[in-house]
């Protein structure tokens, strides 16, 4: 009798397809063996192929991300601009005539200090996020994924938030002459004070005014997380989205019917999973950049309006749902998606080569 039979092997086509964020295990460029997830020399790796991936993207579209701001932020130089796909490059031209092309990145050194460590904890925490709420295959699901995205996103953006809003101060001033340098804005923003109610408006006023004075910080460290709730509004779907749909259309780039398509040998070990072509990498990750962006960019703009609350008006600081009732009274729905076209145009392009450089930062660095 045959005790062989019903016990073969699958072959390479009945086997699944492993993603490239396999939360179980690693497998090391040296052969099949495996490597712990939680190491410090797998979350060294992860973090600094995270780090380069974010620097990399945010180069390619940072004079898109100076014009953004100022839309989004409504900087009295360039409202006019708003609202028309030419008047972003009327803006971009008009910064590149006042400021030459150091103008369309102003700002950029902030994003790069800012950027490496948001990147690199980004990507390094969900590795380990989604190690501990994924362990096996049986727990892959979609809900587990945008967990995992949202965690890490709030978990990056939670230490490196402070280096966002002293960038997004440099990107909104335009002024040529009488440029305020870099510690000149952290020095602003921290010696910033929420505007005094006049004590000639009546008792009642001036009670509110004591309270005031006793509840809110007149200055200090909490300046450099204006605009603080928002964010983590906006970051939980934002990373959720970004993260699930990546992945998601890697899973769908990966199916058998187009594997021979999308996918090459990992040139650096022959015997790990295939790896993504670059076109295909770079389509799950735009696709990812535009549904996330999609998702969270009425709490982005609710976030740049409470970072800039100090450069503009008369320097009242506006809560998440002051800002929001303001956004909605000067321009109703379409007040919460001023800039989106550009938003499109940056993010799309930058989630693609984020992802894309990660992945094969991962393969360079044996991850």
């Known amino acids: ?3 062989t039979r019903g016990q073969e092997k699958p072959s390479k086509k009945d086997q699944p397809l492993r993603s490239s964020f396999d939360s179980t295990v690693a ?18 790796r992860t973090g600094l192929a995270g780090g ?29 601009y708003t609202g028309s796909w030419f008047g972003v490059v009327t803006a971009m031209r008009d910064i590149n005539r006042q400021s030459g092309i150091r103008g369309l990145f102003r700002g950029h050194s902030a994003t790069l200090l800012r950027i ?3 990147a690199a904890i980004k990507f390094l925490a969900y590795e380990q996020i989604r190690h501990i709420l994924i362990p096996t295959k049986q727990y892959e699901t979609p809900l587990r994924r945008l967990f995992s995205g949202a965690l890490a996103g709030v978990t990056s953006v939670f230490f490196t938030y402070p280096l966002e809003v002293v960038r997004v101060r440099l990107a909104f001033e335009t002024k040529e002459v009488g440029r305020t340098s870099l510690r000149g804005i952290c020095a602003q923003i921290y010696h910033e004070q929420p505007s005094r109610i006049s004590s000639s408006s009546g008792s009642s006023s001036s009670a509110v005014a004591a309270t005031t004075t006793l509840t809110t910080p007149r200055s200090g460290l909490i300046n ?16 959720g989205m970004s993260f699930l749909t990546h992945d998601t259309a890697g899973d769908w780039l990966r199916l058998p019917a187009l594997a021979a398509y999308t996918t090459a040998p990992n040139p650096k070990n022959p015997k790990a999973p295939p790896i993504l072509k670059y076109w295909a990498e770079l389509l799950a990750g735009g696709f990812a950049g535009l549904v996330s962006q999609t998702a969270s960019y ?16 008369d320097g009242h600081r ?14 109703g729905w379409r007040g919460f998606f001023v800039g989106l076209g550009i938003g ?3 993010v799309v392009p930058m989630a693609a080569v984020s992802f894309y450089v990660y992945e094969r930062g991962k393969v360079v660095l044996g991850v």
């Open 52 to 80: 380069l991936a974010g620097c990399a993207a945010k180069t390619i579209v940072a004079p898109l991300d100076r014009v953004k701001i100022l839309f989004q932020a409504s900087n009295p130089q360039f409202a006019k």
């Open 344 to 346: 499109y145009c940056k």
């Open 224 to 239: 450099f997380y204006r605009g603080f709730s928002s964010t983590l509004a906006g970051m939980l779907p934002y990373a």
């Open 116 to 118: 490496f460590p948001y």
């Open 298 to 313: 009425p709490f982005e703009v609710i976030r740049r309006r409470m970072q800039v609350g100090g450069a503009v008006g």
């Open 1 to 3: 009798m045959d005790f």
């Open 27 to 44: 497998v090391k460029p040296g052969g099949g063996h495996t490597q712990n997830k939680q190491s410090l020399d797998y979350v060294l």
């Open 318 to 331: 506006l809560g998440m749902a002051e800002t929001a009732e303001r956004v909605w009274r000067e321009r």
